[in-house]
């Protein structure tokens, strides 16, 4: 990792654990020092997951480490069964575990006969040395869609959302806004809510659903996975503005072989045709916009999208994670060394930024500032109804839209 002025990517040890933390019936248990599980608490509050009796650590002494001793590890685990019953516990590696080879995959398979709840080895992502927090969400998104799921459920009309990833702003909201939209356009109830505010029941009962919407990339290997085994076609795609709503409701559709409401496409066509207004009001105005955007890349190719169909011209396309994994960048651009993303961000003025706190904070004061995306530290995440995506996200969106361009011209 280069240094960092501000607040560095997050690791692929830190989206494992908050994926985790996620899960309601269920333990994590990190086999390291408690500094470093301390270290992540904090983080862990601002994304409003609960680790209160959900994380725990096992302490490790200098001993530990030079003689390969997993006593500690052993009894945590026969501990926390007793103590709290989970239906299952999560052994995740720690960096130092990780370098010094511990065996947690066969710690877990001895101690199972010992406990009642469900023991299921992390062993990946320990060292955060395979990525940043977009390796993790992948790691583990495949691990829960591969160990948990069960294999006779029952088919259910309901749809499973993967990749609700807890590090993403707004997200509460955008998952609200989507149970709406499925609910309206189709009769449909969500199932499993990958990666937020989902329980070891709803995990095990995903190869039920009729189908699997995938929100972003890294949980397109969980969909893959699930179809082979229960036969659950997927639709990859994340719904920002009115007409990328519409091709999300008509890609559901199809996958469903079941058309979506009419009254709904009506009402998100008339939308998109008076938000198409304001390219007169663009071509009427006596400067010029400037959109510039800094978050994640479902976000940022969403936002584009979006302001591409209201005739936006659109600067700078940032993303604030890795792309080597992703196929269609486009003009997105993502920046390994801080620095270089602050000269771009400091070079803006009157421009509308859709971003995180830190580059609001770097970039000047004549630009007009929406978060889209963390980190941030100016707001707090407390309505849940507050999307980005779908109808009432695309409203909100063009709202501020509207305000720069007052504010522009």
């Not at 990339?217 to 969980?222: D, G, R, S, V």
Request: glycine content about 8%; aromatic content about 6%.
């Amino acid at each position: 990792m280069s240094l960092c002025r501000y607040l560095p990517t997050p690791s692929d040890r830190m989206s494992v654990l908050w994926t985790l933390l996620s899960i309601e019936d269920s333990i994590v248990l990190e086999y390291g020092p408690a500094g470093t599980t301390h270290y992540s608490v904090g983080l862990f509050g601002s994304m409003g997951l609960e680790s209160e009796k959900r994380l725990y650590t096992t302490h490790m002494s200098e001993d530990d480490v030079v003689m390969g001793d997993v006593s500690r590890l052993e009894n945590a685990i026969v501990e926390l069964d007793c103590a709290h019953r989970p239906k299952v516990i999560f052994v995740v590696a720690s960096a130092i575990t990780a370098v010094i080879g511990t065996d947690i995959l066969g710690v877990c398979h001895y101690m199972q006969e010992k406990v009642s709840a469900r023991l299921i080895p992390v062993d990946e992502g320990g060292c955060g040395c395979r990525g940043d927090y977009t390796a993790g969400l992948k790691t583990a998104y495949s691990l829960l869609a591969q160990a948990l799921p069960n294999p006779s459920a029952e088919k259910r009309p309901v749809c499973n959302i993967l990749g609700a990833s807890a590090g993403s702003f707004r997200i509460r909201s955008d998952v609200w806004e989507l149970k709406d939209l499925l609910h309206r356009a189709f009769g449909l109830k969500a199932g499993a809510v990958l990666g937020l505010e989902t329980s070891v029941e709803e995990i095990e009962n995903l190869g039920a659903a009729a189908l699997n919407i995938v929100l972003r990339q890294e949980a397109l290997p969980a969909a893959k996975a699930l179809q082979a085994q229960f036969g659950t076609p997927y639709v990859y795609s994340s719904p920002y503005g009115y007409n990328g709503t519409l091709t999300w409701l008509e890609e559901i559709g199809r996958a469903l072989g079941t058309p979506p409401e009419r009254s709904v496409i009506r009402r998100l066509r008339e939308r998109a045709e008076e938000a198409g207004q304001i390219r007169m009001y663009v071509q009427m105005g006596r400067k010029k916009p400037c959109i510039a955007m800094v978050g994640e890349y479902e976000v940022v190719r969403g936002l584009s999208a979006f302001c591409g169909d209201l005739g936006l011209p659109i600067a700078h396309q940032i993303c604030t994670h890795s792309l080597k994994d992703v196929s269609d960048v486009g003009e997105m651009v993502h920046y390994a060394k801080e620095g270089e993303r602050l000269t771009v961000l400091k070079s803006l003025r009157k421009g509308l930024l859709l971003a995180d706190d830190v580059s609001a904070h770097v970039a000047a004061d004549d630009n007009v500032y929406v978060c889209v995306s963390a980190p941030f530290f100016r707001h707090r995440q407390i309505a849940t109804h507050l999307p980005i995506m779908g109808e009432r996200g695309a409203d909100m969106l063009l709202e501020e839209i509207y305000r720069y361009l007052n504010v522009l011209n």
